[in-house]
């Protein structure tokens, strides 16, 4: 720990290390671009692969792609094997979408982030990884913890960082908030220490919108976020959200959310697709999207809601990269950005 916190003092004053050119996406101000300069808002959605009738997406990612998704979020395990791995994050690019594989075994637990960390160093694990990394974001570990003070947070993924970044791994890592993903005041404020401490200066951070109380409660954090984001330029993902309900079942205003993040620009990704029935929230307020995993066999009409339906809905907002296989007619190219939009 006293280590950690010395290099991380240290980081301040350390040089920045640039991705090279052309080979990894890069976080550049509050956004994401490609390889070859497109600048990307994810729309998506979470699958749980690894636990799934469809471990790889041979056909699941075929049907998630008629959303027109531009991102998908790879459920893993630690037992999930480097073939497998692969495999899907071929499959993800394949269809147009850009992989961001995270590790749920520290779902909820603080002490096993290291777990996580050691899945993705494992020598066959990071060769993956790096195989895949013109397209790749890596989310070190899913909602770790539960209350985790600011100290130990930024010790904690500060180590991850250092042993991520050793094991040659060096696409853009992404951060989730503790409190089960739905912490987001300490994450934000914590993004710049922990983006000052990594040598590629690649951190994204996540929170995960299960918040719940009066319909404003669930607005508030919201609103936040989109001004924290914009004002302080902090590059931020929903990793899962905007969700139909909070973590009490009870309805929260999910397609508000949609049309505030679409303004604002800022990243989402829904939960989950629906090849892993979610047993949490039931009724039509329920976080499965699909039934079984096809595409149009909705769940319940949030899952037409958030893919379809809605005029800020993935299928209607997502735009791909022209530079990814199977980006569309309404592909996004390559641009000269000004300060303002970064």
Known sequence: MKLILSLLALSVTCPVFAAPANETLNVRGRFIYTAANERVVLRGVNEMFSISRDPTGDWSMKEISKTG??????????????????????????????PIPECHAATGKWERLGDCVSYWIRPEIAAVIQKHRRWTLLNIANEAGDEVSRRDFVAGYSEAILRIREAGIDVPLIIDGSKWGQEYNMLLDSWATLNAFDPRRSIIVSAHSYWAGSEEERKAPYRTIIDRVKRDKIPFILGEGPTPSGWDCKASPYSWAMTELDKADISWLAWSWGMVENRDCQADNRYDITDGGKFGRWKASAGAVLMVDHPASVQKTARRPCSIPNAGKNCIRPGRWSAAEK
């Open 69 to 98: 998704a531009n991102a998908v979020r790879i459920f893993t395990t630690p037992t999930y094997s480097a073939d497998m791995l692969d495999l899907v994050l071929s499959n993800a690019v394949r269809h147009g979408m850009i």
